[in-house]
Each structure stands twice: as structure tokens, then as C-alpha cells.
């Protein structure tokens, strides 16, 4: 997967009288074919606030907000030059227009790329980087309703994109945790939402309880320590320290913990860390950081599987750390299983019965196999899983009939006992034979 920020004024280009957005999406769906030309998928955060980026007009710090709103004679930015991160423009939020723009754009947007198999997740928030937070020990001052949202506009906007989003995993920062800036922690109809959280900093010197102020840990907790049962969870690595990108595959530890051992914990299904590949370590490699993007998220291993002629029963089992967020389906070619994976938790096992019948060559092997279909992956992605029974033949073949015994026959044809399990044709008839 890669990440992309995107500022809404880049797609919108105006609106009409009776409050139509009007769109040009080309902009961000350049980002996504450019992403899925490397084969991978896109994780989007749209931004308003991003101190010192010239990604909005090449000029420092513009806001993303669209340009039919700044235009109003009653929005009014304010501007601050952030210690340590530059020039920043501050979406005004006494404005109407702002509040009822920033709503019908996530409804628009999930309207259009709901079921686009080029976006994995989104990420959501508020403030600087949407990261719920613009710095008060930086010398900017939360103004709720100025240069930030109320919490009751907050809480109304997240209500409404539970509504609109349904489809689309998203995720808010871990510092909505903080009950300065946001109504989260304590409030009940925000905690029975499904969203997941992503962790700017994570991995950094102090994120764990018990190695410093333990920050992030405390803010992961305050957003509920079973949010990952529903919601993705993920982020990046710190950049705190020049280290910590470079260091985290270190297979001893980053600040005394493993990155397998934080994956776990958070239960991780990915995690932005660029800078790592360009480490002189020995541990900065392809094949390191292979293990750890395969100690994120889940990973399916089919204990049992049988078929009868009719329909095929798999046994399936989440090994990894984390479900799978979207629906996932076992099938065989075009018949898929009414089961699906989606929400199957580590350690979990499910059955799911496919309506069709795996294909048997003449030895009893299989010819077509279970796979796993989606319609959020790429056309040029799989799903892999683990198998861990072996394949052995289905009943006994006869080598003549000498007894003028009823002769029995599985569908590829080959002459099988009176023991076997299955379709067997009888005489010219299908009949099933102790199925399952």
C-alpha cells in the first residue's frame, strides 16, 4: 500500500446555487492509477491544515480548503507561522458553508469510490496533518470554532460519516483521544462508532506506558482497547528521532520492543515507514522488511476441507494479529461462499460452504482449487492463505467388477468401494453416499 495526502480544494471546482459541489476528480484519481500501477493500493487522508506544504498553490502553508469558499465575504482565515513547521492557513469554522462543505464532500467522495478496489483506507481528523492536534506549545492558540471545529460540530460530523462511509474503513488519529480538542473519550454514541485509529508516532521513545510518559499507549487505550475488533488500525513510524524509521525492523527491539511485539499488541495492518529502505543496517532490506509487513494484519490458514459432489466445506482460521476489514468471500471459479471473512478474529475459526464441487482428476487430486475472491482488491492482486492438510484420494478405485457386484463410480469416473464418501453414479445415477 502507499500513502497519499490529498487537499479537497485539488478535486472541487465550485458549487452550484442550490448547494451542488461540483467536482474534478481527475486529480486524485491520477493518484490512485499511479498507485495501482505499482500494484498496490492507496491509504487517503484529506487535509485542510499541513504547516510550511506548497502542495495546495506552491505557496507555503495554504489551506486545502476549496476556493468558492474563500472567495465568501464571510470566511476569514487566520495565519500563523508554526514554530518548527512553517507558514499555516487555518480553515475558518464560524463558517456555515465550511461545515456543510466538509460533510457532503466525505458523502460525495464515498458516493463515488465506495466499492473502488483502488483505495484500502481513510484516514480522517482535524488540524494539523488531520492529526487532531495544531501545536498549543507551538504558540497557536485552539480556538474552537475559529481555527478548529467544535466538539459539537465534531461529533456531529463523525456521526454523519459513519452514515456515508460505511463501506470504506477509515480511521481517526490516536490524539482524538484528548479531551482538550475532542468529545471521544467520553462520549458513548462517538465509542459505539466503527472507525479505526492510526498512530503518527508510532514506536517512538516513549509510546509505551512504563518507557516515558507513555502518551500514545494512554491515548490507544482512552479510544478503547477493542476499537481494532471493527475498525483498521495502523499509522507510522515515528519521526521523532532519525533512528527510529531506520531502526524499527531491527529484529533485538526499538526502546526495548520488538516491532512483532507492538504489531501484535495494537493488532497492526499497516504502518508508513519510508525512510527505512534507505538504512545502511543490516536489517534495512527487502527481506526484513517483508517479515515485518507479514506480522500485520491476517493471515488465513484452511485446517479442513470436503467435498461431496455438491458443495465444499473449508474450515478457516485467522492467524494473524488483526481481521480483515472488507468482505472476502471463498470461491470456486465463479461460486462463491454466502460466508464471509470480514470480521474473523485472531485465533478464530469459520466454516464456510461453497455451493459447487472442487474438480477431482483421475488420481483424486484437486483440480480446482478454493481461492479467496474480493471485490476491494486489485484485479492483479490475491488473496494468499496457508494450508496445512494434504490432498489424498477420494475413496478406494476398483480394478474390475469379477463379482458382478453393482458397480460404483465417482464424476471424474474412476471405480470406487462402497465406502466411499461422496456423488457416486450407480447404475447411470447420481447418489450421494454418506456425505461429509
Not at 507479514?294 to 461431496?308: K, L, P, Q, S, W
Not at 455438491?310 to 470456486?332: C, H
Not at 496445512?388 to 465417482?410: S, V, W
Request: aromatic share 14%; proline share 3%; with cysteine.
Amino acid at each position: 500500500m502507499e500513502f497519499s495526502y490529498v487537499a479537497p480544494s485539488k478535486v472541487v471546482t465550485g458549487c452550484d446555487e442550490d448547494g451542488t459541489i461540483q467536482y474534478d476528480w481527475g486529480y486524485l484519481d491520477r493518484i490512485l492509477d499511479d498507485v495501482k500501477s505499482r500494484n498496490h493500493q492507496s491509504i487517503i487522508r484529506f487535509f485542510y491544515e499541513y504547516p510550511g506544504e506548497k502542495m495546495v498553490d506552491d505557496k507555503a502553508g495554504t489551506s486545502g480548503v476549496p476556493a468558492y469558499i474563500k472567495a465568501r465575504s464571510d470566511y476569514k482565515e487566520t495565519y500563523k507561522k508554526v514554530a518548527g513547521d512553517g507558514e499555516t492557513y487555518y480553515a475558518d469554522w464560524s463558517n456555515s458553508e465550511l461545515k456543510r462543505f466538509t460533510k457532503q464532500f466525505y458523502t460525495d467522495f464515498a458516493q463515488k469510490y465506495e466499492n473502488d478496489s483502488r483505495i484500502a483506507f481513510v484516514e480522517v481528523g482535524f488540524g494539523h496533518w488531520s492529526e487532531y492536534h495544531i501545536y498549543d506549545d507551538n504558540g497557536v492558540k485552539i480556538d474552537f470554532g475559529k481555527n478548529f471545529p467544535t466538539k459539537e460540530y465534531q461529533k456531529e460530523f463523525f456521526l454523519h460519516l459513519s452514515t456515508v462511509m460505511g463501506n470504506i474503513p477509515w480511521s481517526i488519529s490516536k490524539d482524538a483521544a484528548s479531551d482538550e480538542y475532542t468529545p471521544f473519550a467520553s462520549d458513548k454514541d462517538l465509542q459505539k462508532l466503527s472507525f479505526g485509529i492510526f498512530d503518527d508516532s508510532f514506536m517512538h521513545e516513549h509510546h509505551e506506558i512504563g518507557t516515558g510518559d507513555g502518551y500514545n499507549e494512554v491515548c490507544w487505550n482512552k479510544m478503547g482497547k477493542n476499537r481494532w475488533e471493527t475498525g483498521v488500525c495502523g499509522g507510522e513510524i515515528s519521526y521523532y528521532s532519525d533512528k527510529d524509521q531506520t531502526n524499527f525492523t531491527n529484529p533485538a527491539g526499538l526502546y526495548g520492543h520488538t516491532w512483532e511485539e507492538q504489531s501484535s499488541k495494537y493488532h497492526i495492518s499497516f504502518m508508513i515507514a519510508n525512510n527505512n529502505p534507505s538504512g545502511r543496517n543490516s536489517y534495512n532490506n527487502a527481506t526484513r522488511f517483508k517479515e515485518c509487513s507479514m506480522a500485520t494484519g491476517y493471515h488465513f490458514v484452511v485446517t479442513n476441507c470436503e467435498t461431496d459432489g455438491f458443495q465444499t466445506k473449508v474450515i478457516v482460521k485467522n492467524t494473524g494479529v488483526a481481521p480483515l476489514y472488507r468482505d472476502a468471500y471463498f470461491a470456486i471459479g465463479s461460486v462463491r461462499s454466502e460466508e464471509t471473512l470480514k470480521g474473523l478474529l485472531p485465533g478464530e475459526s469459520l466454516e464456510v460452504v461453497i455451493p459447487t464441487s472442487v474438480e477431482i482428476d483421475s488420481n483424486g487430486d484437486a483440480i480446482t482449487k478454493p481461492v479467496i475472491a474480493s471485490d476491494y482488491i486489485l484485479d492483479t492482486q490475491t488473496i494468499e492463505y496457508d494450508c496445512n492438510i494434504t490432498t489424498t484420494h477420494i475413496g478406494t478405485t476398483l480394478q474390475d467388477n469379477k463379482e458382478g457386484k453393482m458397480q460404483r463410480y465417482n464424476v471424474s469416473g474412476i471405480k470406487v468401494t462402497d465406502t466411499y464418501k461422496g456423488i457416486v453414479i450407480e447404475n447411470g445415477k447420481k447418489v450421494r453416499k454418506q456425505p461429509f
